[in-house]
């Protein structure tokens, strides 16, 4: 994956070029287009709605109705769409929904946006707004330029910044994260996506956002006071405020303060009625408490609060994980991965080699077990030469044939990418979205169940991997995402949540003639990450 500001090979032949001008010429019209006539109808009738509080701006409903949002993929029928689906204009404006109205009113202030690779086209719009950007963009191994970019492409209302990574390895991992904090006079809003800054990431790969709105602390305003019996539940409002700006200033070049830089101060905002915990991953080795901040650790920490345990810790559950890049998964890694779940009885002990319930089942018969509680959603090869928008367009998904082939890689895990049975318009997309779901054996949703959306692909360079008997987590990208754990009450939010997924729920394994879809096996030039 090599990040840039194109996601397109240049050496792509020129059936790929040529596919490339109409895709250009097709987006970038689709993203300035004025609303459709439904989406329309649909502002009116939230307009005539009543408010349901003082808070009677419809942005504030919308971001409370729903926890999870697709992407408005350009084959999805503009007549046809679900209301959790926006595009990325909708996302710049006040109002969610009336963000692609002809002449919406233009009031974001400042923008902080980070991405793996990153389109001007798609961009400059904000630029000639007279926003102020701030773009945060991986950084390629051999840069050596500045860490910071005032004026960046002829705007001085633009600044480039490269996220610090660990120079001390020979590769030093991916700044991965898509997080957004868009300024409006009223509020700030937090984003956090699946979503690169492109064209192809919102139009033709399939993404998901959770997305927050923050009111303005009022003059001398403190935080709410817990009563006592409120003080033994998770603070899940704290605890995001605090992650957030912690994770903020980690990704600032070194010496820059991230309010400086970016011209928003979190600690004007009021963080509350948040409904997820925040998991990232940063470059480097961790040990002791700091251990337990980043990457599947992170997992293991939230879901240890007594607040999130499940009320039925026996009861047998299975990790679905859809992802788009696979790394060097291994039943010892799945072991690794569900023992920072908390389920199916595995401990962080068994992770230690000659110990615990993987030494006493015995090697075969402990992957076998493991294989059988973890689906890996994949396309099939099958699945995008035949029925996607075309292969020139798959370079987000990664898997290595040198892995695929190896004797311990989990290929009975592997479980087929389709879309929805009663969304037609979502098969034959290209997924770029990363969810895992932990419930029942049976796919049933409960209270119990564990919901993860972000940038986090399933890969100890995502995660982490143990090292030093599991004293020591060693961890190469920066990646972000929300997580929904166990919690009373929660069940039909997070049936909601699947219901609203892009792909086939519960998933079908690989067939003995399926393969999965891997570019080094068959030799086009595609559309890159």
Known sequence: MEPGDSNFATNSGSETKSRKRDYEEVTIQ????????????????????????????????????????????????????????????????RDLLKGSNQNPERDLQVAFMTTFGY????????????????????????????????GYYGYPNCTLIYPPKDASRNFMGAFHPKLWLLKFPEFLRVVISSGNLTVGDWTVWSNCMWIHDCKPKKKGEEAKKRSEEESKEFDRDKDFEEYLKFYVQAIMPKGNKYQELLKIDLDDYVFENIDIVLVGSLPGRFMGKEMLRYGHPRLLDVLGH???????????????????????????????????????????????????????????EAAALLNKSVYVIYPTKSYIQEESIGPEFSGCLLLASKN?????????????????????????????????????????????????????????????????????????????????????????????????????????RYETSDSPWIRDKVGVHEFEE
């Open 404 to 508: 695929w082939d190896k004797d311990t890689f989990p290929k009975k895990s592997f479980s087929k990418y389709e879309g929805k049975e009663d969304y037609a318009f979502s098969h034959g997309a290209i997924p770029h979205l990363k969810v895992f779901v932990v419930c029942n054996e049976d796919f049933s949703v409960d209270d119990d169940t564990i919901i993860y959306y972000g940038s986090h692909n399933f890969s100890p360079a995502a995660w982490g991997k143990y090292e030093k008997d599991c004293t020591q987590t060693n961890i190469y990208n920066s990646e972000l995402g929300v997580l929904h754990p166990p919690r009373v009450g929660s069940k039909s939010m997070k049936e909601k949540i699947i219901g609203d997924l892009p792909f086939r729920f519960p998933p079908r």
């Open 30 to 93: 689709w993203l300035k287009e004025p609303t459709p006539a439904a989406e329309l109808k649909r502002s009116k009738q939230n307009d005539e709605a009543p408010p349901k509080s003082n808070e009677s701006s419809s942005h504030f409903q919308l971001v409370k109705e729903f926890s999870f949002y697709i992407n408005h993929l350009k084959n999805y029928p503009k007549d046809c769409l679900r209301p959790n689906t926006l595009n990325f204009r909708q996302m710049l404006f």
């Open 306 to 364: 007594p607040s999130h345990r499940m009320t039925n810790q026996g009861k047998p559950k299975v990790l679905v994980y859809q992802t788009t890049s696979i790394g060097a998964l291994s039943p010892d890694y799945f072991k690794e991965f569900l023992a920072s779940l908390r389920v199916n009885g595995w401990k962080v002990t068994d992770c230690i080699k000659g110990r615990g319930k993987a030494a006493k089942a015995g090697g075969a």
């Open 119 to 150: 389109e001007m086209d798609l961009l400059e719009p904000i630029l000639k707004a007279k926003c102020h950007l701030t773009i945060a963009n991986d950084m390629d191994q051999n840069y050596r330029g500045p860490m910071v970019q005032k």
